[in-house]
């Protein structure tokens, strides 16, 4: 089981502030994008884009990066300030 959390304005959106999956082999950051796309379609778009920030077990993640039972995902969307 994988955890995913969202964060500020994608809690939000997604009406959720986590979901947690059921993964029977390790996946890629990049295919838990589409299985969350078609979860939650009002986070498509910001999930195509390259601002969201992902993390897995609170360490950047790119989409190559590696999830496997038991790790907790963050989708963080972009941070601005000063």
Excluded: C, H, W
């Excluded at 964060?7 to 939000?12: I, N, R, V």
């Excluded at 082999?25 to 390259?50: C, N, Q, Y």
């Excluded at 993640?61 to 590696?66: E, I």
């Amino acid at each position: 089981m994988i955890t995913v959390r969202f964060f500020a304005m994608l809690k939000g959106l997604a009406k959720a502030e986590s979901r947690e999956y059921k993964i029977d082999a390790p996946i890629t950051v990049a295919e838990l994008k589409s299985i969350l796309k078609k979860d939650f379609p009002a986070l498509s778009s910001i999930l195509d884009g390259r601002s969201i920030l992902i993390s897995v077990n609170q360490e950047f993640a790119d989409k190559n990066t590696v999830i496997r039972d038991g790790d907790e995902v963050g989708l963080l969307p972009p941070f601005s300030g000063g």
